[in-house]
Antibody, heavy 119, light 106 residues
Framework: QVQLVESGGGVVQPGGSLRLSCAASGFTFSSYGMHWVRQAPGKGLEWVAFIRYDGSNKYYADSVKGRFTISRDNSKNTLYLQMNSLRAEDTAVYYC????????????WGQGTLVTVSS | DIQMTQSPSTLSASVGDRVTITCRASQSISSWLAWYQQKPGKAPKLLIYKASSLESGVPSRFSGSGSGTEFTLTISSLQPDDFATYYCQQYNSLWTFGQGTKVEIK
């Protein structure tokens, strides 16, 4: 069965950095695009970033462009999100999500990891 | 950027009711529209993709329709497990979610 397990969340000061990881299992990780999606406390969902199955293309939301970097290691079945220059408004639960084999929607999600940006 | 607007933001309904949620896109997205269900403290779950295609394992009481800029999610007979927040998402140009519709018990 598909499993996505995020880790790396925590409390960080404004301007700081954090790297999130998403360990994937139960499917051929190297065949699927992957996403990061976040949800601020009590708010809706916001797409953050996407990486193609082979890492050849990456896309970012305007709100994180230039500060966040998505990457993957297909040999380790792991997705990453490097977050730099963090702001209070980046406080959220961060989910990784797998691309559907049928179309570019998100068919499996992890349980999320909480990032809190606060002094 | 494509903006997605859902209505209503909150919906009060009873078990057995027929429920309809609307999602409007700021420009045409053809049928590149998905619906997700999210319960408190849980990850979202894919219900429908390509506006009207039911994801495997999703009960048939859920249905979607629409194309272009206007879309609907219908729950034909609301069940206790359906009280949750629902999000539409466009994937015509990158990905954008609507603000969500909370379906609560009347």
């Amino acid at each position: 069965q598909v499993q996505l397990v995020e880790s790396g969340g925590g409390v960080v000061q404004p301007g700081g950095s954090l790297r999130l990881s998403c360990a994937a299992s139960g499917f051929t990780f190297s065949s699927y695009g992957m996403h990061w999606v976040r949800q601020a406390p009590g708010k809706g969902l916001e797409w953050v970033a996407f990486i193609r199955y082979d890492g050849s293309n990456k896309y970012y939301a305007d709100s994180v462009k230039g500060r966040f970097t998505i990457s993957r290691d297909n040999s380790k079945n792991t997705l990453y999100l490097q977050m730099n220059s963090l702001r209070a408004e980046d406080t959220a639960v961060y989910y990784c999500a797998k691309e559907s084999p049928v179309t570019t929607v998100f068919d499996y999600w992890g349980q999320g990891t909480l990032v809190t940006v606060s002094s | 950027d494509i903006q997605m607007t859902q209505s209503p933001s909150t919906l009060s309904a009873s078990v057995g009711d027929r429920v309809t949620i609307t999602c409007r896109a700021s420009q045409s997205i053809s049928s590149w529209l998905a619906w997700y269900q999210q319960k408190p403290g849980k990850a979202p779950k894919l219900l429908i993709y390509k506006a009207s295609s039911l994801e495997s394992g999703v009960p048939s009481r859920f249905s979607g329709s629409g194309s272009g800029t206007e879309f609907t999610l219908t729950i034909s007979s609301l069940q206790p497990d359906d009280f949750a927040t629902y999000y539409c998402q466009q994937y015509n140009s990158l990905w954008t979610f609507g603000q969500g519709t909370k379906v609560e018990i009347k």
